[in-house]
């Protein structure tokens, strides 16, 4: 079985500018967590999605939204960007929200 | 006060030593432990799942819950190089609620 795939790895966004990052689960997983990694915070969970609809959602601005697709694939969009959304941005996928989750590379976003 | 505390390190060991790392949380209500490996430019992956208190051994690898003390630990014996790579502990609540809480990680170097 393939992975979890994100896409794209690296990304450099200046401020102001948004991004959208795409995540591909498991084949068979319907349940997609996103987390912020950065070296000061660790990993900060962002919100998860089971079959399309969002499950929970932890504590970041409304900037940060997502969504999830019929096929289980998922989007995070980032609007008006900021210097402290340099991280790297992970997804996991799990075939239901109490499995254990399974975590893609990463993308590296830099904001400049 | 963050809910998971971990020492990030550095911590630099030969090979064949046997490995101590170490996490403590707060919130009493956590019920599941995990301990996830992540090597440089990759996601982590899950090593150990706990449930409650007590030992799970896999391998090199052993995994040990205090809830009594709200502790948890991951002892790696005859470490080798290509255990080097950074740990992190993670904690979750049962119920519908649940959310992944994080240490920052530990970060280890196995010197051969």
């Known amino acids: 079985k393939a992975g979890v795939t994100q896409t794209p790895r690296y990304l450099i966004k200046t401020r102001g500018q948004q991004v959208t990052l795409s995540c591909s689960p498991i084949s068979g997983h319907r349940s997609v967590s996103w987390y912020q990694q950065t070296p000061g915070q660790g990993l900060q969970f962002l919100f998860e999605y089971f079959s399309e609809t969002q499950r929970n959602k932890g504590n970041f601005p409304g900037r940060f939204s997502g969504r999830q697709f019929s096929n289980s694939r998922s989007e995070m969009n980032v609007s008006t960007l900021e210097l402290g959304d340099s991280a790297l941005y992970l997804c996991?996928?799990?075939?239901?929200?109490?499995?254990?989750?399974?975590f893609g590379p990463g993308t590296r976003l830099t904001v400049l | 006060q963050k809910e998971v505390e971990q020492d990030p390190g550095p911590l630099s060991v030969p090979e064949g030593a046997i490995v101590s790392l170490n996490c403590t949380y707060s919130?009493?209500?956590?019920?599941?432990f995990m301990w996830y490996r992540q090597y440089s430019r990759k996601g982590p992956e899950l090593l150990m799942y706990t449930y409650s208190s007590g030992n799970k051994e896999d391998g090199r690898f052993t995994a040990q819950v205090d809830k009594s003390s709200k502790y948890i630990s991951l002892f790696i014996r005859d470490s080798q190089p290509s255990d080097s790579a950074t740990y992190l502990c993670a904690a979750l609540n049962a119920g519908n609620n649940r959310k992944l809480i994080w240490g920052l990680g530990t970060s280890l170097a196995v010197n051969p």
């Open positions: 919130n009493s209500a956590f019920q599941y």
């Open positions: 996991a996928s799990s075939a239901s929200t109490t499995d254990t989750q399974y």
